[in-house]
């Protein structure tokens, strides 16, 4: 199926292309005076959105950076006036040069209302207008030559950056989640600004497998899906906050096999180093899950679905 | 849906393009064909190796395509094209009119290489087997288990009418493959279990219309969401063969529907400076079907022995009309009410109405007891303030408080209503030049009404241990929990992060169940980055988190005065036990990018982490069983290593030539030791797959290509 798909895209990219290059080349336009000196930064933004609206005056220049006529009359000596983005003004004095146009994009509805408002983030602190070089990030070998969107949030959500990087995690170093597929960064009325109006139902716009409604369903869970799970990584499988079945003893403390004691006498080797004949089937591989394995609810009848094990 | 993503694509490049060129678009990008090759040889079970991406010897061929003008512009980027991580994305839109945007997004999960099955037909819905007990593993099958997900969809945005402005999303993600399942033998644990590969074939399908009206000073919009989820199989059959080979049934989640209306509104430049947000939304999920009407099992109160054969289950109703509706409404108003305080007063209310189908099962041939199920709704409340005061340039101080109502309406058995009290504060402060610090404190307090204070008829009453249990999601707790975080540049181009984070859980009067948890957290990082020279970062990461519980072990049959009791003093048949788990983290890592030449461009990377859990155990001196200390709890080291050159023979050709080294390791008690098999009495044997038997790898990753600009 892929290499039938692969096989169609280099046609339509081959086609595509050579139509493409049959247009005639843009016509160079008037390089801003801004440019003499700040060739870099002219470069920079000459084909974005930011360039095509600029002109020989610098006009998209001094919207952001402020008046530069002095500036400019006195080839650099004086400083332009009234820069937003010079070093210690507050974020939102920052953010004032960017949200003069862009404050009635759709996503920065709810931008004063969010953590990132709040916390003096400005949107330099995250858009690299300039495209200047960022700092190399160590990780592992991933198949994606994409930009991954949590090397930015990372600079800041540090614990979160390191939880990408455990054995259970949301493939976002591999480029297959963003962070911004959870969580709206641009201002959200939600905690932790997740897009969603609650957490379940974020976890929900792709595990719709687990949306349910189910006929027995398990009330942790209805409530919300961090009681048992961590959405960034873990240490222990399947996003587990804690490993099974101690995860699951911390709350099933009545009956007689969810409250009894699962060490390494109970394992496949036990503790003397010697193998176990019968290690606990409540114990080994997936523990609780063995037998217990519609967790999230289940629609088998009567006692199978009670006790989540069909 | 391949076709369709295809046709769109070159549709909209050539009807795209003459627009283009009468508006002088400027195209610029690159191509890359090139190769990759792995050598996992050592690797038994290479799926955690292979897990979501694909590094399966072949050719790499990918794009990344720009288009500006004046008026126009489109990023066209393609990655991995026909391999089993292939990602596909044209953006594009007229500046000020319109934007969309198409992708394709493939992803693959791999879970299980190799194993084995005593089964036929694992994967799909129907694992038949006969000749039971099948202990001896060389006659079973191999099994692999994993799925291939893709996800194509895109959006079109038009703004031409400015400020308003029309939306509609789609996207539709199929799921074909298998995932690990497992079940009970009977109904009872002690009678061994199977693993199971349950199918997973799904398509979502998810639509969403939006029109809204934005300007600078208010923004208000309305949108409706639609998302159905298919599944081919609603539960796997599979040959019991403890129950005489019958065949037993595990149900898989049904299919949903999901709709949701939003009501968006934003109005900014209000009096002190203000901005008023609300959000509105209703939302309705149904999952409809036929209610089993058997089971495999043997009659209550049956003699052992007797065969297994479907019983029925007698439900009340044969359908199931499961249906859950909620609705949210948010309001937060930002203020600056005098220069250099922000303040921002809000409110949340989340009501969940569970209005699916009371069911009660009265078989009495497959047990004495009717069997209900708790549809489950609930209410929370949230509000709270959080004010912000800039005491001078360089300091800044904030507080708030926070208040969640969470109002269970009496319907989960143990715990009503929970009331969560949080205050914090917090001082930024960028007084030294160069530095910038911030420490945050918060407090929480959560009250619960607890149900079950009266559980049982005393302690010869099994119920009666219910009084001493608690819920660490619901129960009592307070909670302490600290915050540092320190960014110093010491010199030009030099900056070092450190971040420190402590939690304290202390859920209270807990007798059985979790008692307390604490995390601590510390990460730091050095990053050096001369544009016009090398840069490098440097990390290291370690993390320490503990759980204390107790439980009590009650004797079969139970013995002595209060079994049920665990404020009793201990006996070798009932008694209290306490856990102790420890989970450690630890991470190291270096990236060096290194112009060696204008033409020679190196970059390094190595990274190594290691987790180390635990598991103690306190057991009062009367018992005889020993636990055993588990020192081995999900422990695994990672190292890897990736080295990579592009060396520019040209403006316009480059070649890439990289190498990457990967180790895992994982040592854990669940799994160490690991057998196929688990030969009991009377069918009472448990078959297992091989998930994580042997999850360990070395690879080496060798990838190269060429790029031609333009």
């Not at chain 1, 595509?16 to 801003?32: C, D, K, V």
């Not at chain 2, 030099?494 to 304290?504: A, H, R, S, Y």
């Not at chain 2, 020192?631 to 050709?653: E, M, P, V, W």
Request: proline share 4%.
């Amino acid at each position: 199926m892929h290499h039938r798909l692969a096989a169609k895209l280099v046609t339509a990219c081959a086609l595509s292309l050579a139509f493409l290059w049959s247009a005639p080349a843009m016509a160079q336009g008037t390089e801003p005076v801004c440019n003499k000196c700040h060739e870099e930064n002219n470069d920079s933004i000459k084909s974005t959105g930011h360039g095509a609206g600029n002109d020989a005056n610098g006009k998209a220049c001094q919207s952001c950076h402020g008046d530069a006529t002095e500036h400019v009359a006195s080839r650099g000596k004086k400083p332009v006036v009234g820069d937003k983005q010079a070093k210690g003004n507050t974020g939102a004095q920052k953010s004032e040069a960017c949200m003069s146009c862009h404050a009635g994009n759709r996503q920065l509805g709810f931008w004063e209302a969010g953590k990132h408002a709040q916390n003096d983030v400005s949107c330099s602190s995250c858009h690299n207008i300039h495209g200047k070089v960022k700092n190399p990030i160590a990780q592992p070998y991933s198949t994606t030559s994409r930009t991954i969107e949590a090397d930015t949030c990372g600079t800041c959500h540090k614990q979160v950056r390191n939880a990408t990087m455990k054995p259970s995690h949301h493939p976002i170093l591999e480029g297959k989640v963003k962070c911004s597929d959870c969580h709206n960064p641009h201002g959200a009325l939600t905690q932790a600004m997740v897009k969603h109006e609650s957490v379940n139902q974020q976890c929900f716009s792709c595990h719709a497998d687990k949306r349910g409604p189910f006929m027995f369903g398990h009330p942790p869970v209805e409530e919300n899906c961090l009681s048992c799970h961590t959405p960034h990584g873990s240490s222990h499988g399947k996003l587990l906050n804690e490993k099974v079945p101690n995860l699951c003893q911390d709350c099933h403390v009545q009956g007689r096999h969810p409250t009894a004691f699962y060490g390494q006498n109970q394992a496949w080797i036990g503790a003397n180093g010697q193998p176990v004949t019968t290690p606990s089937t409540r114990f080994i591989s997936r523990s609780c899950l063995n037998c217990h394995n519609s967790i999230h609810g289940s629609n088998a009848p009567t006692n199978r679905g009670r006790y989540l094990i069909r | 849906m391949n076709k369709k993503l295809i046709s769109i694509l070159i549709a909209n490049l050539f009807l795209a393009a003459p627009v283009f060129a009468q508006d002088s678009l400027k195209i610029s990008g690159s191509v890359n064909l090139g190769g990759i090759a792995s050598d996992d040889d050592d690797a038994v079970d290479p799926s955690k190796l292979n897990d979501i991406r694909d590094l399966s010897d072949g050719v790499l061929f990918g794009w990344d395509i720009k288009g500006r003008s004046s008026a126009h512009w489109f990023d066209f980027f393609g990655e991995n094209i026909g391999r089993d991580d292939q990602y596909i994305n044209l953006r594009g839109g007229s500046y000020g009119r319109f934007k969309y945007r198409l992708f394709s997004d493939s992803l693959t999960r791999n879970f299980l290489e190799g194993g084995l099955t005593p089964y036929a037909g694992a994967g799909t819905s129907n694992h038949t087997a006969t000749g039971w007990p099948l202990l001896n593993t060389t006659t079973w099958n191999s099994v692999n288990v994993g799925y291939d997900r893709r996800d194509d969809g895109g959006y079109f945005e038009f703004g031409g009418l400015s400020p308003w402005y029309f939306r509609v999303d789609g996207n539709q993600v199929t799921t074909s493959g298998s995932k690990l399942g497992a079940s009970s033998h009977g109904m009872s644990p002690g009678n061994g279990y199977v693993d199971l590969a349950f199918p997973v074939e799904y398509t979502t399908k998810n639509w969403t219309v939006e029109g809204g009206y934005a300007t600078k000073r208010m923004h208000f919009s309305a949108s409706w969401m639609s998302s159905k989820f298919e599944t081919d199989n609603t539960k796997v059959n599979w040959t019991n063969g403890f129950w005489s080979s019958g065949t037993d049934t595990t149900y898989l989640g049904a299919g949903n529907e999901y709709t949701r209306v939003a009501l968006n509104g934003t109005i900014r430049q209000l009096p002190l400076n203000s901005t008023l947000a609300a959000r509105y939304t209703k939302d309705e999920l149904e999952s409809s079907f036929a209610v089993g009407q058997t089971v495999l099992g043997i009659a209550a109160g049956s003699p052992s022995g007797t065969a297994a054969s479907m019983l029925a289950t007698g439900p009340n109703t044969p359908n199931f009309d499961g249906k859950v509706d909620n609705e949210t409404f948010t309001l937060a108003l930002t203020s600056t009410p005098t220069r250099g305080l922000d303040t921002r007063i809000y409110m949340n209310t989340l009501e969940r109405e569970d209005d699916s189908t009371h069911m009660a099962f009265t078989s009495a041939p497959v047990t004495s007891t009717t069997y209900v199920n708790e549809p489950y709704s609930y209410e929370k409340t949230n509000y709270g303030i959080d004010a912000f005061f800039r005491v001078n340039k360089g300091n800044r101080v904030g507080a708030g408080w926070d208040y969640l109502d969470m109002d269970r309406k009496d319907e989960r058995y143990d715990y009503n209503r929970s009331k969560d009290r949080t205050w914090w504060l917090e001082w930024k402060t960028s007084m030294l030049e160069n530095v910038s610090a911030r420490v945050k404190y918060s407090n929480l307090d959560r009250s619960s009404d607890f149900k079950l204070g009266n559980a049982g008829t005393g302690p010869t009453d099994a119920n009666y241990m219910f009084r001493f249990q608690s819920a660490f999601d619901a129960g009592e707790l307070k909670q302490d929990k600290w915050k540092f975080n320190l960014d110093v540049t010491p010199a030009e181009f030099l900056d070092v992060g450190v971040e420190f984070n402590l939690k304290d859980n202390k859920y209270q009067d807990v007798v059985l169940g979790r008692q307390n948890d604490k995390r601590r957290e510390i990460y730091g990082s050095v990053s050096y980055g001369d544009p016009s020279a090398w840069r490098f970062t440097v990390f290291g990461d370690y993390e320490k988190v503990e759980y204390e519980s107790q439980h009590r072990v009650v004797g079969f049959p139970p013995g002595g005065n209060e079994p049920y009791n665990p404020i009793q003093p201990d006996t070798s048949r009932n008694y209290n036990w306490q856990g102790f788990n420890e989970d450690s983290y630890y991470a190291y890592g270096l990236a060096i990018d290194w112009p060696a030449s204008e033409k020679l461009k190196l970059t390094a990377s190595l990274m190594h982490y290691k987790t180390d859990g635990s598991m103690d155990f306190s057991t009062p001196s009367v018992v005889t069983a020993i636990p055993g200390n588990i020192s081995l709890y999900d422990d695994t080291k990672r190292t890897a290593i990736n080295l990579k050159g592009t060396y520019a023979f040209s403006k316009t050709i480059s070649l890439t030539a990289g190498y990457a080294y990967e180790k895992f390791e994982y040592a854990d008690a669940q799994f160490d030791g690991y057998r196929y098999t688990i030969p009991g009495s009377n069918r009472q044997d448990s078959y297992l797959m091989g998930y994580y038997k042997d999850p360990n790898y070395k690879a080496n990753i060798f990838y190269g290509w060429v790029t031609w600009k333009f």
